[in-house]
């Protein structure tokens, strides 16, 4: 059985390259175009990894991962940030929400895809 992403971006381009990227090393992929939207989508699905945006409307990717933390199904699901910030300040922020890790855009996909391996069993 495939395993399951759920991509997290307002930017439909930027979800489109994460999907394409993770369908192509075998993930089907669920899209969200912000926080509310994919928690909408996953309410009682099994996920095998999150990729979430932290700049998005209606709900950002730091409450997300926080709403996602209360969910059982969702309590030890590698989640991974993807965004354009770096300040350390946020990471740790992104860190105490429940992040697994952080990947700064532009990104790579094989480099994605090698942060996915480590954390996705």
């Known amino acids: 059985m495939a395993k ?14 994460v999907a394409f990227t993770l369908q192509s090393a075998g993930f089907q992929v669920i899209e969200g175009a912000d926080g ?10 099994a996920v095998n990894l999150v990729v979430t945006d ?22 030890f699901t590698p989640i991974l940030m993807l965004t354009t910030e770096s300040q350390d300040a946020k990471k740790q922020e992104g860190k105490a929400a429940g992040a697994t890790g ?11 895809l090698a ?7």
């Open 4 to 17: 399951v992403a759920l991509v997290v971006d307002d930017s439909t381009s930027m979800r489109q390259m």
């Open 36 to 45: 509310k939207d994919a928690l909408g989508k996953v309410s009682g699905k």
């Open 54 to 75: 932290l700049n998005m409307p209606t709900m950002d990717g730091i409450s997300l991962i926080r709403e996602l933390r209360k969910i059982p199904n969702f309590k």
């Open 102 to 112: 952080w990947l700064v855009k532009p990104f790579n996909p094989d480099q994605l």
């Open 115 to 121: 942060v996915v391996g480590k954390v996705v069993h």
